[in-house]
């Protein structure tokens, strides 16, 4: 920095000629005072009037107003409050200069100077500039390094973010917007972070456009997705402050029109994949879900026209993917119109279609259909809208027209046989067949409208209908009036009108369902899958018509009908055709791949039925003795889908249960990869205590070895674990003991004791494990831990004292053991007959045994009594007891 400082001092040839001497004559030039630079400076440097700033490379193009603040703020000539009047005008002056990438750097660190050296004197932000130019500032400067990919942001940005967030003043959304912007960069969880702490801070005095602009800035950085959409329907309004209740209103109209607008720019150009798991920003499922938030949350102070709007999006959307929720938010949003409409005839609502837009037609035609869905519940609503649409023939078309004088008519037909209702239905077709040249589309029309009727047989009535526009036209049904019907008799759970009108339109030349890449056409074929699976017939019946159906199908079968399949084909124990199922209909997915289908997602309930039935069979199914099945199935299961973490120990505990060892291994070590392999451990989280807790004492207790060693090096390495847990390490050293790897055991134990009790450290369980650990080595080696035990802080309990006897029974220390019972009081214990038990079936010697009995009969005849007739008792062998030391953990 003095280099700088020097580079830049100039140069005094007028005080040059005094360091010259006449020619030849030599002058003497007498030392400095000593120490000329150690006196210590009265002021500090924003006092003297002085300010370093680093120097920066001057461009040729630098702005002369950059150039005068660099010398106004290194200037000591002028009087301080004049320096400051030029200094305050400069810098308004460079704030309004168009900033180039050449001579940026420059620009922003003379900026930086002037601030920081007004701040540092003040700590006022506005002693320079006032709040309007430092908005303004703090605009230019973050877009600036916004639009570069910058995050060397001037010191300033960070001063003017924290004051402006605590200023009572209200701030243009301008700055709101780019202080969500610059911490959404730095932060890896997107927006919502970001924009719920901007909310927090200021958001009694946010302005009604900042959803708008906070939309299109995001717009205009294409990276506008629905994460943007969702990150703001998370936020939670009303927000308190200071006592008073502020609505802060960010879903209103701009949201809506931006989310309408965004969904039909996704979609526009292809379609949407029935298995979505890549691109989640065009996944259905979630476009659905955050639909029906956005209803939910924008019926509280609704824009008519954008409601209409909504009502249309999720119409279309419903024609595709269609659940409860989804058609409780379009009977939602009509129960509003109905309510805030009926008083006036719904005069607004007819202004609004009456508007002359492409749209209109699109609108009321959504609309009518909808009101004739819902069966009686919007009959004054559908006849007024139906009346509102006939009685104009120019602002309407023929096809519309035709529908609502129909779907008017199914009101007063409701309940009449079809035979009744069917001339009256052909006096309002006829007329608009005579006038059409598309008598086909008429018919479309015609069916459309009156496959709503609830009359006595309302298939007989398509039928009479279909079959007289074939003998006036000669008209042939299409792929849509198929469609049309059997999505009434699916929607009517009629299993065998719908399979017999697909199994007929397959007669028809006019009719190619696997060439139609109509996505709602598809959606009906899917339907009509659940609705077979769900029939009563054979599995090779239902499963013979699935193929017939999935041959004329153009995309991949729902999770949805999977599961009614798989259901089937399961309780038939069909596990290897469920497995070429998944394989043929679910995305072809790497075994490793970081992207698989998430089950924790809201919107993905489908996928988690389908993986609740497939994982419920795996952890029940018992009729396979080797588990291979169980085993295979759910080897398919991480193909596809993101298991999840709460699943682990439950599949762990079958395994273990079903007494293969090597699989619950097998599951650990794949958790494990999983969560080295892939960055957010929420999506594959490593092992958890419980799991190693579990499995330690499983393998420990069934002499697992390869289990138990593998299991601890993973401990030993997983910095998401406490190792010093006292019931993990007591887990731990018992494994190892049941191993009878007395030196391991010794180790871990020495570990353990570094520890005292009070600290969390060793305890009583730890003692009773290496009372057992000994009795492998020899009683003097039981014998010498128990006399020490009050080193470690301890006192004999009833585990400990029990464990105790066990030792001297088992090396035929009789004698020994009967003291012990003699003594007990002298540790507040009572004897029992769970001691007397374990003394008896402990000791491995018969003779040893027959001794222990026969003192027992002596002195303790009741308890031994009871036993005896208990069926407990286990009678030693030369070689060892029924059930020896290492058989189980410690004893409660």
């Known amino acids: 920095m003095l280099t700088g400082i020097l580079a830049r001092c100039p140069k005094l040839p007028k005080y040059s000629p005094l360091l010259r001497t006449a020619a030849g004559v030599p002058r003497h030039i007498g030392p400095r005072r000593y120490k000329w630079l150690s006196r210590k400076p009265s002021r500090n440097m924003a006092q003297h009037d002085q300010m370093i700033i680093e120097d920066q490379s001057t461009s040729p193009q630098t702005p002369e107003t950059i150039l005068e603040l660099k010398h106004y703020l290194r200037s000591r000539d002028l009087p301080k409050d004049q320096r400051i009047d030029l200094l305050r005008e400069k810098t308004t002056e460079a704030i309004c200069v168009p900033v180039d990438s050449l001579w940026s750097d420059d620009y922003f660190s ?254 009321i035609n959504a609309l009518i259909t909808q009101l004739s869905n819902c069966k009686g519940q919007f009959d004054s609503f559908l006849s007024s809208m139906c009346d509102f649409a006939i009685s104009d023939e120019i602002k309407f078309s023929p096809s519309l027209r035709l529908r609502a004088d129909l779907l008017k008519n199914s009101i007063p037909q409701r309940g009449n046989s079809c035979d009744a209702a069917f001339p009256v239905i052909k006096d309002i077709y006829q007329p608009f067949l005579q006038d059409s040249d598309n008598p086909s589309g008429v018919l479309t029309d015609t069916l459309q409208a009156i496959s709503t009727y609830d009359v006595s047989d309302t298939q007989n009535l398509l039928d009479l209908t279909c079959q007289d526009f074939n003998a006036q036209f000669g008209v042939e049904l299409s792929i849509l009036d198929y469609k049309i019907m059997i999505d009434r008799a699916i929607a009517h759970k009629q299993r065998d009108l719908a399979t017999s009108l697909f199994d007929e339109s397959l007669q028809s030349s006019c009719v190619h369902w696997a060439e139609s890449i109509d996505p709602s056409v598809v959606y009906t074929l899917d339907n009509l899958i659940i609705l077979v699976g769900e029939g009563k017939g054979s599995l090779e019946d239902i499963f013979a018509r699935f193929r017939t159906i999935k041959q004329h199908m153009s995309a991949s079968c729902s999770p949805d009908a999977l599961r009614k399949l798989c259901r089937r084909m399961l309780a038939q124990q069909c596990v290897g055709d469920v497995i070429e199922l998944l394989k043929r209909e679910l995305p072809n997915i790497e075994k490793d791949s970081y992207q698989k289908i998430r089950l924790d997602f809201p919107y993905n309930q489908s996928y988690h039925k389908l993986f609740h039935q497939l994982f419920t ?72 205590p419980a799991i190693y807790t579990y ?198």
């Open 617 to 688: 069979f795996v952890v029940t199914y018992k009729k396979d003795t080797s588990f291979g099945t169980n085993w295979v199935l759910y080897g398919e299961l991480h193909k596809y889908f993101h298991i999840p973490f709460k699943t682990y120990l439950t599949v762990i505990q079958f395994f273990c249960e079903a007494d293969r060892l090597n699989a619950a291994l097998l599951i650990v070590r794949r958790m494990k990869m999983l969560s080295e392999l892939h960055v957010k451990p929420n999506i594959n989280q490593p092992p958890s």
């Open 695 to 892: 499995l330690l004492k499983v393998f420990g207790d069934k002499l697992y070895e390869e289990g138990v060693i593998e299991l601890h090096e993973y401990l030993k390495m997983d910095t998401n674990i406490q190792t010093q847990d006292i019931n993990l390490q007591n887990t731990i050293l018992n494994a190892y003991s049941n191993l009878q790897n007395i030196g391991k055991a010794n180790d871990l134990f020495l570990a353990i004791s570094s520890n005292p009790k009070q600290h969390g450290g060793i305890n009583e369980e730890t003692a009773q494990i290496m009372i057992k650990t000994y009795t492998y080595s020899g009683l003097p080696y039981v014998q010498k831990f128990w006399n020490s035990l009050s080193q470690y802080g301890l006192y004999p309990d009833y585990s400990m004292f029990k464990q105790y006897l066990i030792a001297h029974t088992y090396h035929g220390s009789v004698e020994e053991a009967v003291k012990l019972v003699e003594e007990i009081d002298d540790y507040n214990l009572e004897f029992s007959s769970d001691l007397l038990l374990s003394m008896h079936n402990y000791c491995i010697e018969p003779e040893k045994q027959k001794e222990l009995v026969d003192w027992a009969v002596k002195t303790h005849k009741e308890k031994w009594d009871d036993l005896a007739h208990s069926g407990l008792l286990k009678s030693a062998t030369p070689y060892m007891p029924d059930t020896n030391l290492i058989a189980s953990g410690p004893e409660e």
């Open 110 to 363: 003379t900026l930086n100077g002037v601030f920081m050296r007004f701040y540092a004197e003040t700590g006022a932000i506005d002693y320079i500039l006032p709040l309007e130019k430092l908005c303004e500032l703090f605009d230019k400067t973050a877009s600036f390094y916004l639009d570069s990919g910058r995050t060397d942001y001037p010191q300033y940005m960070a001063i003017l973010a924290q004051k402006l967030m605590r200023t009572d003043d209200t701030l243009p959304t301008s700055v709101l917007v780019n202080i969500v912007e610059i911490i959404s960069t730095a932060h890896v969880g997107g927006l919502d972070a970001p924009l719920a702490h901007v909310i927090q801070r200021v958001g009694h005095r946010i302005g009604p456009d900042f959803t708008k602009a906070l939309l299109s800035r995001q717009a205009a950085k294409n990276v506008l997705n629905l994460d943007s959409f969702e990150a703001i329907l998370k936020i939670e309004a009303p927000i308190k402050h200071e006592g008073l209740r502020s609505h802060l209103k960010l879903i209103n109209d701009d949201y809506v029109a931006e989310f309408i607008a965004h969904i039909q720019e996704i979609f526009k150009d292809s379609n949407p994949k029935v298995h979505e798991y890549l691109n989640l920003g065009r996944n259905l499922d979630r476009v659905q879900y955050i639909a029906c938030q956005t209803i939910n949350q924008y019926l509280k102070e609704p824009n008519t026209e954008l409601l209409l709007r909504l009502l249309k999006l999720k119409s279309d959307l419903n024609s595709v993917r269609c659940s409860e929720s989804d058609k409780d938010s379009i009977e939602t949003i009509l129960m509003h119109l109905q309510a805030h409409g009926e008083h006036e005839n719904y005069t607004r609502v007819k202004n609004i279609l009456f508007t002359q837009n492409i749209e209109d037609e699109d609108l």
